[in-house]
């Protein structure tokens, strides 16, 4: 009988240990959980740090290539505009009887420049990484996103319009320019710029006696001028507004 109850003692104990043991065992699983809960936490919390810090210095790019989008811009419909006035002043003197010409060398200038037209968008570099990286998902605001996609698509809306018909057109007027100096010396015309010496009476009559010919292309030159003056504006509108919604984002990252 004693032997019994020392057995039954004994299985208590036992029991007793392995309970402990197991507590044991479980308080140790949930120091070791949470240790990798605490771990995962601060790891998440770096990440988001890295990411805004990340989105910030996008954003501060952004916001200097679109100050710089405003202004050329800008200095793209002064161009337009200049080049309007000079090929209207060349079909204003189309448009008279006899050739009457006060200032030769401007004239001379005002007909060389519609060939003088050249592309000028401009590949927007952050916009490009932004989207190629696919690191334009650290940019929190959606709405931001929709409205820097239209603005980017607005400009290479125009810029592959501008290069589609436009340039075109500026290449023939470029080949009908060189015409009228076929035997002028070649250092007299063949410049970058306006020319510095009036070319011989020749040329200002070979100019006169073919003006019908050229006068349609300098006329849809002029009024591609005046339409890229138009979307120029818009453009410079469309800059600062998006600057200013990039500015306002700016303060709120946190």
Not at 124 to 153: A, C, H, M, S
Not at 161 to 169: A, C, G, I, R, V
Not at 179 to 184: D, L, R, S, T
Not at 199 to 214: C, D, G, L, S
Request: charged share 30%.
């Amino acid at each position: 009988m004693i032997k019994f109850f020392r057995k039954i003692r004994y299985n208590l104990m036992e029991q007793n240990k392995t309970g402990k043991y197991l507590k044991y065992a479980i308080g140790e699983i949930v120091l070791v959980v949470i240790g990798i809960l605490i771990a995962l936490s601060i790891n998440n919390w770096n990440q988001k740090l890295k990411n805004r810090g990340i989105e910030q210095a996008y954003i501060n790019r952004l916001i200097k290539e679109v100050e710089k989008d405003t202004s050329y811009f800008k200095d793209i419909k002064r161009q337009f505009d200049f080049k309007e006035s000079k090929i209207i002043r060349v079909i204003s003197t189309w448009q008279i009887d006899n050739l009457r010409v006060v200032d030769s060398l401007q004239y001379i200038n005002d007909f060389k420049s519609a060939g003088d037209i050249n592309s000028w968008y401009i590949e927007p570099v952050t916009w490009t990484q932004l989207i190629q990286t696919g690191e334009l998902k650290l940019i929190r605001d959606k709405e931001l996103i929709d409205k820097l996609f239209d603005y980017y698509n607005s400009i290479k809306k125009v810029a592959d319009n501008f290069n589609q018909y436009p340039m075109s057109m500026n290449i023939r007027a470029r080949e009908q320019w060189t015409e009228p100096f076929v035997q002028e010396a070649y250092e007299n015309f063949n410049n970058i710029g306006d020319l510095k010496i009036i070319p011989n009476a020749n040329v200002f009559e070979k100019i006169w006696r073919n003006r019908n010919k050229y006068f349609n292309d300098y006329a849809a030159i002029a009024i591609i001028c005046k339409h890229n003056k138009t979307h120029m504006n818009n453009l410079e509108v469309s800059s600062k507004n998006i600057l200013k919604i990039l500015e306002i984002y700016k303060r709120t990252i946190k």
